[in-house]
């Protein structure tokens, strides 16, 4: 089974779908800050999605989906795969709506996002990452509850949900007398927020950034055509961002509107972590730093008003400790 014959589309997103979630997240949710960080004499605009009450970004599309839920699916439950912040973002949700929730993950996954999902009431179901199929075991679950799916990004209601860090982006530049953004550079694993910003601010350049190893969504916008990861053991401390690959559903938002596709190393990543811990106090995730770490490697051509996803900072201490201290 293929990741695109388990993802069933029966919607296309829309700008005017992430208005409609916008109006839904900001009932349960302040906005995240925006906050301005200096590199090399240029401001640029950082979202600090890790101030999330589940530390990144995923609640939104995850609100957005399981709140749009009827009756009947809600008494069915839900199933999603992750590695850990959208398995967050579904048990936060789910916990709220009183929904059961199911969550397939890998058994390599940080320690502290297992720990998070479960605590969050979610069944996690693990499987091997390199061994097993996350998709037919997510399958096979669907198959005996009749629950519905919530993909991690090859979701239309996840994509419009995840776009509204955008809206919110656009009105606290607003709110501060700047027009924008010119330019929003996203963090990106399988392409949800990146399409969702997309969507979000249609006037805007779309940057992507992804770690090196796990560029394949740059690599199929070069192609044309969505292309796998090359190599699924490759090593990264971005667990965020280890997706596959893309969904059409992602695809086509993104082919019409990516300016620079960039990847990163793990030097990069860890210079990111550093300068956020000491310029903006705040702890962010391997993979919710690769945005600011191709910014800070001069890897992206930056515009008169860029702003840059944090988003997520799901780490585990040890990593978090060894990664800054490679920075030193």
Known sequence: MTEQELAVATKTPTHEGVQRAMVKIAAILPKTPLLPLEVDGVTIWCKAEMLQ?????????????????????????????????????????????????????????PRM????????????????????????????????????LVHAFGDPWVIEGQGTAGIEIAEQLQSLGISGPDLIVSCCGGGGLAAGL???????????VEPEGWDDIIRSLEAGEILPVKDLLHPTYCDA???????????????NRVSQGVS?????????????????????????????????????E???????????????????????????
């Open 302 to 328: 930056l515009k008169t008003v860029t702003a840059v996803t944090l988003s997520g900072g799901n780490v585990d201490r040890e990593t978090f400790m060894q990664l800054l201290a490679q920075a030193a």
């Open 53 to 109: 009450p589940i530390g990144a970004f995923k609640i939104r599309g995850a609100w957005h989906r399981l709140s749009d839920l009827n009756e009947d699916e809600r008494a069915r439950g839900v199933v999603g795969v992750s590695s850990g912040n959208h398995a967050q973002g579904v048990a936060w949700a789910a916990k709220k709506l009183g929904i059961n929730a199911t969550i397939v993950m890998p058994s390599n996954a």
């Open 198 to 208: 997309a969507l979000a601010c249609p006037d805007a350049d779309i940057a992507i």
């Open 264 to 300: 990163v190393t793990t030097a990069e990543v860890a210079a990111a972590m550093r300068l956020v811990f000491e310029k903006l106090h705040l702890v962010v995730e391997p993979g919710g730093a690769v945005a600011l770490a191709a910014v800070l490697a001069g890897k992206i």
């Open 241 to 255: 961002l280890q997706t596959p690959q893309t969904y059409p559903i992602n695809f086509d938002v993104l082919r």
């Open 113 to 148: 996002k297992l720990e998070a999902t479960k605590a969050l009431g979610a069944q996690v179901v693990l499987y091997d990452r390199a061994t097993e199929s996350r998709e037919a075991v997510a399958a096979g679950l669907i198959a005996q509850s009749n629950a519905t």
